[in-house]
């Protein structure tokens, strides 16, 4: 058989491939069972978590890859395997908009925030250049203005970028902080003599601001966590100290990295007398605002992120308290100039000389993604359809159920709330009557145990911490169709749980004793 | 009013937001909106580009965001909403499906793929540990066991992982390899004395590689490019002079970047003569296949990759040639263990004690992303329902089509074709009479300007570059329905466009003469 005569018969199936009409008998089919989908599981009767261990999973996902597919011309046939597979994402999934989801810092998103999502996939939008995503770039920058506004910044001199998440987001505000700071270490490479430059922290900061410093160069061992208050927040007294001893030594400071609110209890830094400690000594200060950036929107809550306008750079995740599919980070620079010193390049066939103006609009000159894909579409659309009032919403009601939690918590004999929540997320412990005399290392590493029977057995999905060296457990409410009732039955399921654990802990001891 | 009664009003809006009959009714209304619209960009009839200034894009896309909504309760008007919110999407983005989309390395993908991204985008699915993604983790660990194979490693002692595209794909490789190469510089910071570590690289390597030496501290200026051959590729014997010379200074090599293929004219590099290069010397060898990875699929064009399983780390873009919306890029590690290189550190809440065993599972010990999108369900979804010739049918088809652009280029007397390609990159100028004596620089800057009115014009997208110095004209046939016909009326549409910038350009000299 020829070249041509083969290419046609190839250029046959892709036509079968590409075809419009395919696409919307399987488009509808997938509407009609996500939608199915999400009313069942906002009911609250299945798993919440399918649990199946990796290698059965992985084995499943690899057995669809190699298995026989329909005649490519066989539209019906395409359209029911592909009803299949997508049935099967959804069996295999974890469900978030399960009112008993009450885990991760990962929101059950707002479900038609996904369809603006899927568009953009669709049509494949991406960004880099203005020209590649003419729209994806502009509902960027009009969502970058709008949340900077929401931030306090009354004047256009601010900048942003979105970026793929919370990790990339840090990095790359740090990489500008440290290109700003310390002159030429871009070209030249990170410190070749004299004293360390470090990063002033959090002492709960998240894992990546740590990343971060082992990325750039600067070493993971100059990162120096600032002595938190009895509220597990920054002690601006403590970092002021800290700042003049570096100063009296001339070491170097890229940056000081505060938390609004930092992960494990959700602890929101006193911003304004960190900034002015900042000021003082003319140092950068990042705000981690990546959960907590959303109280902007809520008159009720924002007095916790008072301050965050002074920040020198800020991050702010979409994908966390504004509800929208994951990701969708934005950083923020108060002084929009510094958004050209993240990089310092050119790469021709991008940057357009007979077009000046518009690398202004080009986003790769200022995101470590050079093809970015158009990740703020689902923000875009909930806001356009439902009104910023939607995220006033969210953020209130998440918020308080938190305090509704903490509340039940501290009135049950057999719980330990581990501190007052600030926002939606609550770090307890189940303290049955067997253990309330345990070691704490015992205690904790019973949470740890009984948090894996509960998420296998499907009945509630949460998350553990390690506090003060032990484990917890930790919710953040994040659905907001979690009601006090579903926290309630998580009461008792870690009740029936924990029992269960106890039992076979015991059994297990008599076994051991035999 | 009490907070209890506004928190009723509040759920009763979260309630309506999260109705899954809103979602049905919008979702149906998106697919038949999308199907339309790729059946009419199919067509080639409307712009390519819809060309709208940046800064009256945004404040249209800023319009969206104040504009008075529908009540929450009404759901018509909200499903009414919502499609003039997709309807501008898509009156307002780039046609990537039009076969007159001859553009970026970004593919008019498989439209049924963006389908299996919206499933995981609606229903939320991420990764970071195993138990938050479950299904999400699964596919991704298949799919890098069947792209392993691909490569070529039978047995399964390599690793993979997916990220948010090809540039954060080469900085995860290239920190992973300065961690194995340098020691302890991730706790300690880049190097303290002594000569600076160097990375060499292909001298037409993408921007983020040298990037990625300024973000690691290693700096941008220690990036050494190694001279190309007459083809444009690396010069394993240049290669070797180079590494003998660092080996004789005792100057540290972090590592050997090489392409498969190069952006610029799509060069691909003699994989298995660099390799013997590398090992003889024991240097790190990094293969940036973004590109040129989907070739292990074609038994016509494997021989373009040959050598690509002895490389140490590899990148390859699922969103570029295997036809899936951005973003979903691959690392791999030959040696399977330097996956747990890349980071050196620990987040309790994260990584549970309770189930050791899982951590093999747990992406965020590998990715520079915390919470991870579910990128590659389009892969999944696509290779499942069409099998993995639809691959080999992709890079056939759109590959062919670039011999076949060239071979008319060259027919022709006022096309200059800059090279001979490899695979579906074209690189060429267009010469028209009144240009033929000039000199090269006013020749490039004439491409740049023709390229931009053509554009603009919405007639045709192709993208512009700098070859040697000066401007050219680009391409790349990722649409596999960009037939030969699409070609020629291209090039009528460069005459055409060339003829009136020729003509503006006159008349400018003559008002100029005035």
């Known amino acids: 058989m020829g070249l041509n005569m083969e290419l046609d018969e190839t250029r046959q199936r892709m036509d079968a491939a590409y075809d419009p009409e395919l696409f919307r008998t399987a488009g509808h089919r997938m509407v009609d069972l996500l939608a199915d989908h999400l009313a069942q599981t906002e009911t609250a009767q299945r798993a919440v978590l399918p649990w199946c261990n990796p290698p059965e999973n992985v084995l499943q996902a690899d057995r669809f890859l190699e298995m026989a597919v329909p005649k490519i011309a066989d539209r ?66 009009a969502l970058v203005y709008r949340l900077g506004r929401q931030i306090g910044w009354s004047e256009p001199t601010f900048s942003g970028l979105v970026t793929h998440g919370g990790s990339l987001a840090n990095l790359t505000a740090l990489l500008t902080a440290r290109n700003v700071r310390l002159g030429d270490v871009w070209e030249r490479g990170a410190l070749r003599s004299g004293l360390s430059p470090v990063i002033l922290v959090h002492a709960d900061a998240h894992y990546s601001v740590t990343r971060s410093a082992g990325i750039l160069g600067l070493g993971t061992g100059h990162v120096l966590p ?9 002690d601006p007294n403590r970092l002021d100290e800290m700042l003049r001893n570096l100063r009296a030594k001339n070491q170097p400071v890229v940056a000081v990295v505060a938390c609004a609110c930092a ?9 304004e007398a960190i900034s002015d400690v900042c000021r003082r000594h003319d140092v950068w200060l990042h705000v981690d605002a990546a959960h907590g950036g959303a109280a902007c929107f809520s008159p009720r809550y924002r007095h ?30 108060r002084c929009g100039a510094h958004q050209f010193e993240t990089f310092r390049q050119d790469a021709p066939y991008l940057f357009d000389p007979a077009a000046p103006g518009l690398a202004e609009y080009d986003s790769g000159l200022r995101t470590i993604e050079c ?51 600030e926002c939606n997320i609550v770090v307890f412990r189940y303290v049955p009557e067997p253990l309330r005399e345990a070691p704490v290392e015992q205690l904790g590493r019973f949470q740890l145990d009984l948090r894996r029977r509960l998420i296998e057995s499907g009945d509630f999905y949460i998350v553990s911490t390690n506090l003060n060296g032990a484990g917890a457990l930790r919710v953040t409410i994040i659905n907001p169709r979690t009601e006090p009732e579903h926290l309630d039955r998580l009461m008792d399921a870690i009740r029936k749980h924990g029992r269960a654990l106890l039992d076979s802990t015991d059994s297990r001891a008599v076994q051991g004793s035999q």
């Open 263 to 271: 992960t494990p209890i959700g602890a929101f830094d006193p911003l």
């Open 76 to 141: 019906d046939a395409l359209a029911n395997h592909f009803a299949q597979l997508v049935q099967t994402m959804l069996a295999r999934g974890l469900n978030l908009h399960d009112p008993r989801y009450i885990g991760h810092q990962v929101p059950a998103s707002v479900p038609v925030g996904g369809l603006f999502d899927g568009v953009g996939a669709v049509t494949n939008q991406v960004m880099a250049i203005y020209d590649m995503g003419p729209w994806a770039t502009s509902i960027e920058r």
């Open 304 to 333: 916790l992120v008072a301050g965050l306008d002074r920040a020198d750079s800020i991050i702010w995740d979409a994908h966390k308290m504004l509800f929208v599919p994951a990701l969708c980070a934005f950083v923020f620079y």
């Open 226 to 234: 600032v002595p938190p208050d009895d509220r597990r927040r920054m």
């Open 371 to 421: 093809t970015k894909r158009a990740a703020a579409f689902g923000l875009w659309g909930i806001w356009s359809l439902f009104g910023s009032q939607l995220f006033n919403d969210l953020v209130d009601i998440t918020f308080s159920m938190g305090r509704v939690f903490y509340e039940k918590l501290a009135a049950a004999p057999d719980f330990e709330p581990l501190h007052e929540p």
